[in-house]
């Protein structure tokens, strides 16, 4: 079973960045589309930015201009700059546009002062 392991988050400052990856127990981002997701409290699961596997991007309108997803044979990135309060959420990375892999824990990134 694919085991997926985001790593990365942590506390910052309005403003401040921080780069997250995520690491899967074996070789399957390529040939698949990956996706970065974020779950804030309270709220649903939603997409944050996406990544097939030839590199092509897409970004969720709250996090263009400020956000990167990369990618190489074994991890994913998501480079976040300039983040905002309402950035603050667990962050998990699956495939795109159905995750179809079991969740991992996530990475809690706090955006607060």
């Known amino acids: 079973q694919v085991q997926l392991v985001e790593s990365g988050g942590g506390l910052v400052q309005p403003g401040g960045s921080l780069r997250l990856s995520c690491e899967a127990s074996?070789?399957?981002?390529?040939?698949?589309?990956m996706g970065w997701y974020r779950q804030a409290p309270g709220k649903e699961r939603e997409l944050v930015a996406n990544i097939t596997y030839s590199g092509g991007t897409n970004y969720a309108d709250s996090v263009k201009g400020r956000f990167t997803i990369s990618r190489d044979n074994r991890k994913m990135y998501l480079q976040m700059n300039s983040l905002k309060p309402e950035d603050t959420a667990v962050y998990y990375c699956?495939?795109?546009?159905?995750?179809?892999?079991?969740w991992g824990q996530g990475t809690q990134v706090t955006v607060s002062s």
């Open positions: 074996l070789t399957i981002f390529r040939p698949i589309d």
């Open positions: 699956n495939t795109y546009p159905r995750p179809s892999y079991t």
